[in-house]
C-alpha cells in the first residue's frame, strides 16, 4: 500500500488509464490485473470504486490542462506540413509548387550502395495521409453517416395518403385523425 492508500496496483491502474487516453482494458492489462474480457470486468469494477474515481480526477486537475491546449495542439498537428520540415527534398519542393504538400504523411528516403550499378542509389517512398479515413471522419462528424430522417409529418402524410387510396370509402377526416393519432400530429393538418 502506498502512502495514498491505494495499492501499488490500483495506482498503476490509475496511471495506465489516465496515459493511455482512459482506456480502462487496457489499464487492468498493463497494471497486470487480467487480460481480454477479464481486464474489462476489473476495469469496470475499479473504475466504479469512489477512491480511484476521485484520484482520477486529481490527477487531470494537477495537469491543469484546458480545453483551449488540447484545442491549439490538435490545430497545429492539423495544419502541420512537411515542407516546413524538409523544404530542400526535391519531392516535397514539388508536392509545395502545387499546394498538396500537407497531404504527405510519411516520406522515407534510403541512400546505399548498389554494387551492381557501381553508383549510390537514393529510394524515395512517399506514403499520402488516407483521404478516404478523413472523408469518413467528416461524415461522422457532420452526422452525414446516418439515413436522413423524415419528419413525422412527412411520415403522417404519407401513411395518410396510402390509406386514402386503400380505403376510399372511409372519410378523410376519420383515416387523419387515426393516422395524426399514431404518428403524434395535428390531424387538420392531412385532411385540410
Not at 488509464?17 to 487480467?34: D, F, H, L, M
Request: hydrophobic share 40%; net charge neutral; proline share 3%.
Amino acid at each position: 500500500m502506498n502512502d495514498d492508500g491505494l495499492t501499488n496496483k490500483r495506482e498503476l491502474f490509475i496511471e495506465h488509464y489516465i496515459s493511455n487516453g482512459y482506456n480502462g482494458k487496457k489499464a487492468a492489462e498493463s497494471a497486470g490485473y487480467a487480460k481480454g474480457h477479464g481486464a474489462e470486468t476489473e476495469a469496470s469494477r475499479l473504475l466504479r470504486n469512489a477512491e480511484i474515481q476521485e484520484r482520477v480526477r486529481a490527477r487531470v486537475a494537477e495537469a491543469g490542462v484546458q480545453a483551449n491546449e488540447v484545442i491549439g495542439v490538435l490545430v497545429s498537428h492539423m495544419r502541420a506540413d512537411i515542407a516546413d520540415i524538409d523544404p530542400d527534398n526535391p519531392i516535397v519542393k514539388a508536392a509545395k509548387a502545387r499546394g498538396v504538400s500537407h497531404w504527405i504523411k510519411k516520406l522515407v528516403v534510403k541512400k546505399y550502395y548498389d554494387k551492381s550499378k557501381d553508383a549510390v542509389v537514393t529510394e524515395t517512398v512517399v506514403e499520402l495521409h488516407n483521404s478516404q479515413a478523413a472523408a469518413k471522419q467528416l461524415c461522422t462528424i457532420m452526422g452525414l453517416d446516418t439515413a436522413p430522417q423524415k419528419n413525422p409529418y412527412d411520415l403522417a402524410r404519407a401513411a395518410y395518403e396510402r390509406l386514402l387510396l386503400d380505403h376510399p370509402a372511409v372519410e378523410k377526416r376519420v383515416i387523419a385523425d387515426r393516422v395524426g393519432a399514431v404518428y403524434g400530429v395535428d390531424a387538420r393538418l392531412l385532411y385540410e
